[in-house]
């Protein structure tokens, strides 16, 4: 194993953008064979709980609570998780992951064996097994791009979809013929076994972990700035929406498969053993065909033609009894899902830097399974209330209607920041650094007034860009006596989240300095000044700025 697993985001592909070039980085190899085998032991577990579930009660909202609280987790814990992720050790975090699916894998299968699971204690069983879940996504999504250069990323990811789809055709397999040999239990204890495994290997992973100079942030700091960076990104805000609609409406038929299969002629746990796996095998193979569809397609156009034949797939599915007509179909639905989810991760992935990678995902995977979570509810009860069949149906309609209004109300720029790093700025110079209080930085412009409202135009984007940064505010000041001069205001929690931030500059955000520095009239710069605000606190808020005449130490 090579001594180091971090490639330059800016190294070149070495032969080729092919399917499979990314297997050529050993660590990545190693990696994904664990990711492989995660996702085995989630799906088998998936299998076993949904199955054993309709044994213990045939009311749908129970069957489709199965899925609610096995992704729930990682909507509530999913935005700590990815602070984390960014803050500490990845490769000590990623062996804790594994150890604690382990432990819950452990306690269901001694559940199960002493006969006293009951509904209830299933679901908080795969609640407890999902918070695993909701910790794991975030540090591997952000380990991806440090294994392989930039170029090969959407093959890398492509790869870990055909882990997830490997594993939702194994596991299913697996865990069927061991339920009907010899019951659930062994399931879940093959597969605390299986996480121990993964651990020993994460443990042989060679990873150098470089602490911050800075210290490590608080976490209720780091949980602030990823939310902020996605708050003020148009692309990653875009991208949330459309695979949220997605998910929301395509996990209809993932929620209700167990009564689907149950309802086809002859239909039992193989009928939806056999349907599961359909559906890992149309993604598998949509694989090979991604870095073609990319290169021919829009990410629109891509997301659009895989939210349509979704929808086709359920609505063949709320109509058929037929097994091979069923097959048909979620292979066409793997096929969907993987080229949605595809295109989607990628576009996210390559617009966040490093150093919020995980709290972006996170977010990302928030979306997912908070969209997972709710449409498994909703599609539930709506089976309820009439059938399944009329509650896919419902879903496949609404799905492509909704993906269609968003890519309407919310278009595809075709642009986004450059996330590469760009270098820290210089650090300034003071006499003695400020050990509490709110830094505030003024720059001072002088800008030709009949460029001001073209110049206010683009202090709008300063302000995302310093906003993503991790500024607490932003304001833009004009002098009511000299129509040239503005003052751009920015206000960081403490000195050291100010350094941070002078830390984080990207080329977008370099590119957007000399921007601005275009419009400034006059023989010197733009001045800067420094501060420490004294402010007054007023129930349990810092008080409100008031212009310059609140600003002191100048």
Same mark, same amino acid.
């Given at each position: 194993?090579?001594?180091?697993d971090?490639?330059?985001p800016?190294?070149?592909?070495?032969?080729?953008l092919?399917?499979?070039v990314?297997?050529?980085?050993?660590?990545?190899?190693m990696l994904?064979?664990?990711?492989?085998?995660?996702?085995?032991?989630?799906?088998?577990?998936d299998?076993?709980a949904?199955?054993?579930?309709?044994?213990?009660t045939?009311?749908?909202?129970?069957?489709a609570?199965?899925?609610?609280?096995?992704?729930? #987790?990682?909507f509530?814990?999913g935005?700590?998780?990815g602070?984390?992720a960014?803050?500490?050790?990845?490769?000590h975090f990623?062996f /804790?992951?594994?150890?604690?699916?382990a432990?819950?894998?452990?306690?269901?299968?001694?559940?199960?064996?002493m006969?006293?699971?009951? #509904?209830?204690?299933?679901l908080?069983?795969?609640?407890?097994?999902?918070?695993?879940?909701a910790?794991?996504w975030?540090?591997?999504s952000?380990?991806?791009?440090?294994?392989?250069?930039?170029?090969?990323? #959407?093959?890398a990811?492509a790869?870990?979809?055909v882990s997830?789809n490997a =594993?939702?055709?194994?596991?299913p397999?697996?865990a069927?013929s061991?339920?009907?040999?010899?019951g659930?239990?062994?399931?879940?204890?093959l597969?605390?076994?299986?996480?121990v495994?993964?651990?020993i290997?994460?443990?042989?992973?060679?990873?150098?972990?470089?602490?911050?100079?800075?210290?490590r942030?608080s976490l209720?700091?780091?949980?602030?700035?990823?939310?902020?960076y996605?708050a003020?990104?148009?692309?990653?805000k875009?991208?949330?929406?459309?695979?949220?609609i997605?998910f /929301?409406h395509?996990?209809?038929?993932m929620?209700?498969?167990p009564?689907?299969?149950?309802?086809m002629?002859?239909?039992?746990a193989?009928t /939806?053993?056999?349907l599961?796996?359909s559906?890992?095998?149309?993604?598998?193979a949509?694989?090979?065909?991604l &870095?073609r569809?990319?290169?021919?397609?829009?990410?629109?156009?891509?997301v659009?033609?895989?939210?349509?034949?979704?929808?086709?797939?359920?609505?063949?599915?709320?109509?058929?009894?037929n097994?091979?007509?069923?097959?048909a179909a979620?292979?066409?639905?793997?096929?969907?899902?993987?080229?949605?989810?595809?295109?989607l991760?990628?576009?996210a992935?390559?617009?966040?830097?490093?150093?919020?990678?995980?709290?972006?995902?996170?977010?990302?995977?928030?979306?997912i399974?908070?969209a997972?979570?709710?449409?498994?509810?909703v599609?539930?009860?709506?089976?309820?209330?009439?059938?399944?069949?009329?509650?896919?149906?419902?879903?496949?309609?609404s799905?492509?209607?909704?993906?269609?209004?968003?890519?309407?109300l919310?278009?595809?720029?075709?642009?986004?920041?450059?996330p590469t790093p760009?270098?820290?700025l210089? @650090?300034?110079?003071?006499?003695?650094p &400020?050990?509490t209080?709110?830094?505030?930085?003024?720059i001072e412009?002088h800008?030709?007034?009949a460029?001001a409202?073209?110049?206010?135009?683009?202090?709008?984007? =300063?302000?995302?860009?310093?906003?993503?940064?991790?500024?607490?505010?932003?304001e833009?000041?004009s002098d009511?006596?000299?129509?040239?001069?503005?003052?751009?205001?920015?206000?960081?929690?403490?000195?050291?989240?100010?350094l941070?931030?002078?830390?984080?500059? =990207?080329?977008?955000d370099?590119?957007?300095?000399?921007?601005?520095?275009?419009?400034?009239?006059g023989?010197?710069?733009?001045?800067?000044?420094?501060?420490? @605000?004294?402010?007054?606190?007023?129930?349990?808020?810092?008080?409100? &700025?008031?212009?310059?005449d609140?600003?002191?130490g100048?």
């Open positions: 194993m090579p001594d180091t971090r490639i330059s800016e190294a070149p592909a070495d032969d080729g092919g399917p499979l990314p297997f050529r980085h050993s660590v990545f190899t994904w064979s664990t990711w492989l085998v995660a996702n085995l032991c989630m799906w088998m577990n299998v076993a949904a199955w054993l579930m309709t044994k213990l045939a009311k749908p909202i129970w069957v609570l199965v899925q609610t609280a096995a992704t729930l #987790p990682v509530l814990l935005l700590p998780s602070a984390l960014d803050m500490l050790n990845r490769k990623l /804790f992951t594994q150890v604690w699916v432990v819950v894998g452990a306690l269901l299968s001694v559940a199960v064996f006969q006293v699971v009951t #509904p209830p204690l299933l908080m069983l795969l609640f407890m097994n999902g918070i695993g879940l910790l794991r975030p540090v591997f952000a380990i991806v791009p440090e294994l392989v250069p930039r170029a090969q990323l #959407p093959a990811l790869l870990n979809g997830m =594993s939702r055709i194994l596991g397999l697996v069927g061991i339920i009907a040999s010899i659930s239990a062994w399931v879940f204890l597969n605390a076994v299986l996480s495994g993964a651990a290997v994460i443990l042989r992973w060679r990873r150098e972990h470089t602490p911050d100079p800075l210290g942030e209720r700091g780091a949980m602030r700035v990823g939310l902020q996605v003020q990104s148009y692309h990653l875009g991208v949330l929406l459309r695979i949220a997605f /929301f395509s996990t209809a038929v929620a209700l498969l009564l689907v299969a149950l309802g002629r002859g239909g039992d193989g /939806f053993t056999i599961l796996a559906m890992g095998a149309g993604a598998i949509s694989t090979f065909a &870095p569809l990319r290169q021919a397609h829009s990410r629109d156009r891509l659009m033609a895989g939210a349509a034949t979704q929808a086709f797939s359920m609505a063949v599915m709320a109509i058929t009894d097994l091979w007509v069923g097959v979620m292979l066409m639905g793997g096929a969907a899902w993987l080229t949605t989810a595809n295109s991760s990628v576009s992935q390559i617009s966040l830097p490093d150093w919020v990678r995980a709290r972006g995902m996170s977010i990302y995977q928030i979306a399974m908070g997972a979570a709710s449409g498994a509810a599609w539930g009860q709506v089976a309820t209330w009439t059938n399944v069949p009329m509650a896919l149906g419902i879903g496949a309609a799905g492509v209607a909704a993906m269609a209004l968003a890519m309407r919310w278009p595809d720029r075709g642009v986004m920041e450059d760009a270098g820290p210089p @650090r300034p110079k003071v006499s003695t &400020p050990e209080g709110h830094v505030v930085v003024t412009y800008v030709d007034p460029n409202t073209a110049f206010r135009a683009l202090m709008d984007e =300063s302000r995302r860009s310093r906003l993503r940064q991790g500024a607490v505010a932003w833009l000041l009511i006596n000299d129509d040239s001069r503005f003052v751009e205001v920015v206000e960081d929690a403490s000195w050291t989240d100010h941070r931030r002078m830390q984080r500059a =990207s080329a977008a370099a590119a957007l300095r000399e921007r601005k520095l275009g419009y400034h009239v023989d010197e710069p733009p001045i800067v000044r420094r501060a420490v @605000r004294e402010s007054t606190v007023t129930k349990g808020r810092l008080a409100t &700025p008031v212009a310059q609140r600003i002191f100048l």
